[in-house]
C-alpha cells in the first residue's frame, strides 16, 4: 500500500484531503507543521508528500530541503499544494527539489487524479528496475540511490535533476526537444512552468560542468 504524508497547517485541509485520498486506498499521515512533517517522513518513508507552502515552525522550502538531506527520503516524491501561483514561489519549490506543484484552491475529484497519475509514475520506476544507467567514460548514473559518479568524486541529486541527466546521457548527441523532456522527466498529467527545465538544467551545469549539456537553441538540449 502507498504512503503519502499531507503536510499543512490548516486542520480542515488535512482532514478533508485524508478522507478523500484514503477512500483510494492510500495509507495516508499527516503533519501540522515543518518540523514535525520532517520527523513523521522520516519514521514512515512516504511514497508521496503533499507539502504546503506557508506553515509555522519551518516553511515549505525549508520543510522540502530538510526532507532532501535524507538519504531516505532521495526517492520520495515531493508535491507542493499551495495556495501561492506565483511563478517565482514555484521555481522556489522545484530548486528546493520539488517535483511537482499544484496550486489551490483545487477540486478533489482533479486532485485525487493527479495523486493517481503521480502513483503510477512511481509504481513504472519501481518495476523498470532493468533499466540501463548511462555510462560515458567519466560519468557514471547510479539510479537505485540517485548519485552521479565523476572523477571528481560523488553527486547525490534530487529525483528530477537525476532524471533529467539520466534521459540526456542515455543518448549522447542526440537533441531532446523540451516537449520530449517536459513528458518523459516529468510526465504529461503534470503541469509545470515554462522555466522549470532552465532551472534543472542550470543547476546541473552548476554540478557536472557547463560543457556537458548543450542548448540548441528554440529546440532543446543535447548531451555531450
Not at 508521496?48 to 532521495?74: F, K, Q, S, W, Y
Not at 489551490?104 to 509514475?121: D, E, H, N, Q, W
Not at 520530449?180 to 512552468?193: A, L, N, P, Q, T
Request: charged content about 30%.
Amino acid at each position: 500500500m502507498y504512503r503519502i504524508l499531507i503536510i499543512d497547517d490548516e486542520i480542515d485541509i488535512l482532514e478533508f484531503v485524508k478522507y478523500n485520498l484514503s477512500r483510494d486506498g492510500y495509507q495516508v499521515y499527516t503533519a501540522c507543521n515543518g518540523r514535525e512533517g520532517v520527523e513523521k517522513a522520516v519514521e514512515i518513508r512516504p511514497h508521496l508528500i503533499l507539502l504546503d507552502m506557508m506553515m509555522p515552525v519551518m516553511n515549505g522550502i525549508e520543510t522540502c530541503r530538510a526532507i532532501r538531506e535524507h538519504d531516505d527520503l532521495r526517492q520520495t516524491m515531493i508535491v507542493f499544494l499551495s495556495a501561492l501561483n506565483q511563478e517565482e514561489q514555484q521555481l522556489a519549490g522545484f530548486g528546493a527539489g520539488a517535483d511537482d506543484y499544484i496550486t489551490k484552491p483545487i477540486r478533489m475529484t482533479l486532485l485525487r487524479s493527479r495523486v493517481g497519475a503521480i502513483m503510477k509514475r512511481i509504481e513504472a520506476e519501481e518495476c523498470d528496475t532493468a533499466a540501463a544507467a548511462a555510462r560515458p567514460t567519466d560519468i557514471r548514473l547510479d539510479r537505485e540511490h540517485f548519485v552521479v559518479h565523476t572523477a571528481q568524486g560523488e553527486l547525490t541529486m534530487p529525483r528530477k535533476e537525476f532524471a533529467l541527466l539520466e534521459l540526456l546521457a542515455s543518448s549522447p548527441g542526440r537533441l531532446f526537444t523540451r516537449e520530449e523532456i517536459y513528458s518523459r522527466v516529468w510526465g504529461k498529467d503534470v503541469v509545470v512552468g515554462d522555466r522549470t527545465i532552465d532551472v534543472h538544467i542550470r543547476k546541473l551545469r552548476q554540478k557536472i560542468g557547463d560543457k556537458r549539456i548543450l542548448t540548441v537553441k528554440g529546440m532543446g538540449y543535447k548531451f555531450e
